[in-house]
């Protein structure tokens, strides 16, 4: 059964920095394809950075030069590191597994397999 748990949220004031990490448990972590999403209050949920299998990676336009998705395989964990935080930042943010997952459809929310509980993320101007 796979497990997602992110942690690595907060609240920080605009311009700052957060890493948030997702740990990984009950698959095979490197056959996956792996995104971070965002769902702000009355907003839906929407792709932030992802990667497939062959660590092909999307970004969404909002967050193009200011976040880094990357992974470290021996210890099945994702991350995301944000800088450069904006008060519009501020979202739950979720992990997501998905064993098929073509690249073109990476920053697509529907359809992912597994989600993780969300960690809170608040940017204060």
């Known amino acids: 059964q796979v497990q997602l748990v992110e942690s690595g949220g907060g609240s920080v004031q605009s311009g700052g920095s957060l890493r948030l990490s997702c740990a990984a448990s009950g698959y095979t972590y490197s056959s996956y394809s792996m995104g971070w999403f965002r769902q702000a209050p009355g907003k839906e949920r929407e792709g932030v950075a992802a990667?497939?299998?062959?660590?092909?990676?999307q970004y969404a336009d909002s967050v193009k030069g200011r976040c880094t998705i990357s992974q470290d395989n021996a210890k099945n964990t994702l991350y995301l590191q944000m800088k450069n935080l904006k008060p519009n930042d501020r979202a739950m943010y979720y992990c997501?597994?998905?064993?098929?997952?073509?690249?073109?459809?990476?920053?697509?929310?529907?359809?992912?397999?597994?989600w993780g509980q969300g960690t809170q993320v608040t940017v204060s101007s």
């Open positions: 997501a597994a998905d064993s098929k997952r073509s690249w073109w459809s990476l920053l697509a929310a529907n359809g992912w397999n597994s």
């Open positions: 990667l497939d299998s062959a660590a092909n990676t």
